[in-house]
Nanobody, 126 residues
Framework: QVQLVESGGGLVQPGGSLRLSCAASGFTLDYYAIGWFRQAPGKEREGVSCITSSDGSTYYADSVKGRFTISRDNAKNTVYLQMNSLKPEDTAVYYC???????????????????WGQGTQVTVSS
């Protein structure tokens, strides 16, 4: 069964850190560009970060650049999102997704992502 499972979300104070994990089962992440998206209450889902399948190039939304780091461990079939200096506006449900393997690069175009996780809640509050 093909599945993506996110974990690592929770409640953290402003300025704190969390590391999200996106573990794949039923398929090999190596061949997929992986994106992290988030959806805050009352807002549309937005792209946060992405890592390519080819050379591991990384991309970030301007709002998280310099604070978030995406990485992949192909041996563990897992992608991570390290989130530092968290702000209340980072509060959202975070999703990971695997892009159609015909495309090795990254995009924020959600319709090209073929597998999605169920999401993990991140709440940044004092």
């Amino acid at each position: 069964q093909v599945q993506l499972v996110e974990s690592g979300g929770g409640l953290v104070q402003p300025g704190g850190s969390l590391r999200l994990s996106c573990a794949a089962s039923g398929f090999t992440l190596d061949y997929y560009a992986i994106g992290w998206f988030r959806q805050a209450p009352g807002k549309e889902r937005e792209g946060v970060s992405c890592i390519t399948s080819s050379d591991g190039s990384t991309y970030y939304a301007d709002s998280v650049k310099g604070r978030f780091t995406i990485s992949r461990d192909n041996a563990k079939n897992t992608v991570y999102l390290q989130m530092n200096s968290l702000k209340p506006e980072d509060t959202a449900v975070y999703y990971c997704a695997a892009r159609d393997p015909r495309y090795v690069r990254c995009t924020w175009y959600e319709l090209q992502y073929v597998y999605w996780g169920q999401g993990t809640q991140v709440t940044v509050s004092s």
